[in-house]
């Protein structure tokens, strides 16, 4: 009897909680309503080849981070293709010719076309960033090469929204309401 007292109780204190919630203008941390949509406001595709399918699918992630920046400038009926070529290598070695320290080198070559499909700019971006290589251990070098991706990707995003946003966009491109998208990553060569 008592344990069923406590459990209508607790429910009523829930209740309770809850419509004191309401009124007083809670709102879920998941999701507020100033967040709830990013508007797509020009369409943008990612390429590379199926080795950085990881990167262009995180340098879309990071661009999408970048999208209000970039659509205070960007015209809503412009598209950018983005077309990545990522490599690593060593650059520094010991006397025993064990790899001292690697590189990663990220270019994305960046095409914006008008609403007609006429190319309107063209950059050419780099990154570089290099990491230390522990030959005696497999874990810290991984751990090492993820972290100078990571780094790759984020600047290389920066960098391209910085070009965007600096870009001159000539008097014929329209400013319409063109629906916005970001197509998918495609990973062909």
Not at 106 to 120: E, G, Y
Not at 151 to 166: G, K
């Amino acid at each position: 009897m008592y344990q069923k007292l406590s459990n209508m109780l607790r429910i009523k204190y829930l209740v309770l909680a809850c419509l004191l919630m309401v009124g007083c203008g809670f709102e879920p941390v998941y999701q507020p309503r100033t967040m709830a949509k990013t508007p797509q406001v020009f369409k943008l595709a990612i390429s590379g080849n199926n080795d950085n399918a990881y990167t262009s699918y995180k340098l879309r992630r990071e661009l999408e981070m970048w999208l209000p920046t970039i659509s205070q400038k960007v015209p809503h009926s412009l598209k950018v293709e983005i077309k990545l070529e990522e490599a690593y290598g060593d650059i520094a070695f010991s006397a025993s010719a064990k790899v001292l320290r690697s590189q990663g080198h990220l270019t994305a070559h960046v095409l914006v076309f008008d609403n007609r499909s006429t190319p309107i700019h063209k950059a050419t971006l780099d990154v570089v960033s290099s990491y230390t290589v522990d030959s005696s251990e497999e874990f810290p070098t991984m751990a090492a090469e993820s972290g100078a991706r990571e780094r790759l990707i984020r600047n290389l995003a920066q960098d391209i929204t910085h070009e965007l946003s600096l870009m001159n966009v000539p008097e014929h491109v329209s400013d319409e309401k063109v629906q916005g998208s970001i197509v998918d990553v495609d990973n062909r060569a």
